[in-house]
């Protein structure tokens, strides 16, 4: 019997097995580290009764009770950070660095945020004159949608996942994750974590295994009243399908194509790292980095070259190694992807500045899922390549003359989720940001985030906002009552 942790489903306050199960690999070097235990049909139906029962007594608690446990939820997160860290890098082979500062503190401050935030989560009052010459009064109450379905990708898993727990929790909803299978660690210790808290059984409920088999069966299940899912536009489609029927409320985060806009009048050295941020962070799997880079024709080749600087002295190795900014993609077949179009530029007869391959260490990490960051030029703006979420650490960088030009050509894309403007003209920082077909734009910076701010993507990039108030319109219904005074 294989001595690896098996990582199981957790149901109306227990932890479940179907004893079918699949192997988790850690994308540093091809090793299996973990099973995961597969959720059965009968095991998804339990746990969409068990969230259905928990209305009864999480649905009803006292919003302070309910926020006071899930800041209990963050502290019992912090106690046992070490941990968090060490899945999520087992999972994904990113950095230590990032996952200390991004990853799993924004995986806790998702809960204690909410759980302030949800104890201003009030309706609303209005006094009304009647046409008989009295008075009305309106007013609204917020209640739980009920029973929540969350499925959450393999990029940020626990950052990700939280930002919809966090809220839909906080709002009362019984709360049914089901996680990426390629990333389901941290998921599973997060279920360790309700339950030693003593989060009432089905309030959370955790569902592991293949999207196409538990994710399906857990958007088409009946008692689920509601799905907020981020990850691929094209799962997002599936999805919607399997919701139509039942006319679900549905939240969409879904993919995109992002382009930053360097003009010349921006500050070149700072354009040049704030792009290799966000081309090249996560190994390119955030779904804000971008892909398609415009700089004005003045400033082109000194901007290439900088770029290529900045690519060329990228730390890729370990995650634990000392000064390391990119480790493998998150699995081999992530990397036959981004690799296929790695070789479709080629075909297409772009310039390679940078990369294109796959680095070699001589080392266990030959087995990993490496891959050079990239950058290309000289292809048109309906390649493929530029028309195409890639979701890793390639971009391609095109000139452009003046404003006009470059707003119509950021907005050629089936896509609108996030954008960055490089410049340090004011006014033209607010004349072109609201300009951009997107969900998000930021100004000489990016990925800097306020959880109060509305965050999410148009277009083939989603449907909704989460953020502040927009996560707790989504989690809440609110019923309006009108008295005859
Ligand atoms: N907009 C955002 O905030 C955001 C954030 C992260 C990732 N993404 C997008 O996600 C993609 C990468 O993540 P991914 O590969 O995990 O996405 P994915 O769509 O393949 O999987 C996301 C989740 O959906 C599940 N799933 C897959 N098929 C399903 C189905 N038929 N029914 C129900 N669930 C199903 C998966 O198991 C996983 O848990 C990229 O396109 C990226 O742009 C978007
Ligand atoms: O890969 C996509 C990243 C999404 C980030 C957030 O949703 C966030 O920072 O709240």
Request: charged content about 20%; some cysteine.
């Amino acid at each position: 019997m294989s001595e690896l942790p098996v990582l199981t489903s957790y149901i109306g306050g227990k932890f479940v097995t179907s004893g079918v199960s699949f192997d988790n690999v850690n994308p540093v070097n091809g090793q299996v580290i973990a099973h995961i235990d597969e959720a059965s049909l009968e095991m998804i139906n339990t746990a969409v009764a068990s969230a259905r029962q928990a209305q009864d007594t999480w649905g009803k608690m006292p919003v302070k009770q309910r926020c006071a446990l899930l800041h209990k939820v963050a502290d019992r997160m912090a106690e046992r950070e070490q941990e968090f860290i060490d899945a999520e890098i087992a999972d994904t082979g990113k950095s230590l660095h990032q996952v200390q500062t991004i990853d799993i503190p924004r995986g806790t401050a998702n809960f204690r945020f909410f759980a302030d935030l949800a104890q201003f989560n009030s309706g609303e009052t209005f006094i009304t004159e009647t046409p008989d010459g009295s008075k009305a009064l309106n007013y609204s109450v917020n209640k739980p949608l009920g029973v929540v379905g969350v499925i959450s990708p393999w990029n940020l898993p626990l950052l990700l996942a939280t930002w919809k727990i966090a809220p839909a929790m906080a709002c009362g909803n019984s709360v049914i994750l089901k996680p990426s299978e390629e990333t389901s660690s941290t998921a599973f210790l997060l279920a360790q974590v309700m339950d030693e808290v003593g989060i009432p059984p089905g309030a959370f409920n955790l569902i592991l295994g293949r999207g196409s088999a538990v994710g399906d069966a857990l958007t088409s299940a009946e008692g689920v009243d509601a799905i907020t899912f981020t990850g691929a536009s094209a799962t997002g489609k599936r999805i919607m399908k399997s919701v139509a029927d039942q006319v679900k409320p549905i939240s969409f985060e879904l993919g995109g194509k992002n382009s930053a806009i360097v003009f010349a009048d921006a500050d070149l050295t700072k354009a040049i790292k704030g792009v290799a941020r966000s081309s090249f962070t996560n190994c390119g799997q955030v779904c804000l980095c971008t892909e398609k880079v415009y700089v004005h024709r003045a400033i082109f080749d000194l901007f290439v070259e900088g770029l290529k600087q900045e690519a060329c002295q990228l730390k890729i190795g370990y995650p634990y190694d000392d000064g390391v900014f990119m480790g493998p993609l998150v699995s081999s077949t992530h990397q036959q992807k981004v690799l296929s179009y790695y070789r479709l530029a080629e075909d297409e007869g772009a310039t390679f500045v940078t990369g294109g391959g796959v680095p070699r260490f001589n080392d266990e990490r030959d087995n990993g899922a490496f891959i050079e960051p990239t950058i290309l030029t000289g292809l048109s703006d309906t390649a493929r390549v530029n028309q195409e979420e890639i979701f890793g650490p390639v971009c391609h960088i095109s000139p452009f003359e003046d404003e006009d030009e470059v707003i119509a050509r950021v907005n050629n894309t089936q896509y609108g989720l996030a954008a960055a403007v490089w410049t340090e003209n004011l006014s033209r920082a607010h004349r072109v940001s609201p300009q951009l077909d997107v969900g998000l734009v930021w100004v000489n910076t990016w990925f800097l985030r306020d959880l109060r701010a509305p965050f999410g993507g148009v277009k083939l990039s989603g449907i909704g906002r989460e953020g502040g108030q927009h996560s707790l319109a989504f989690y809440s219904e609110p019923i309006n009552i009108c008295i005859k005074i």
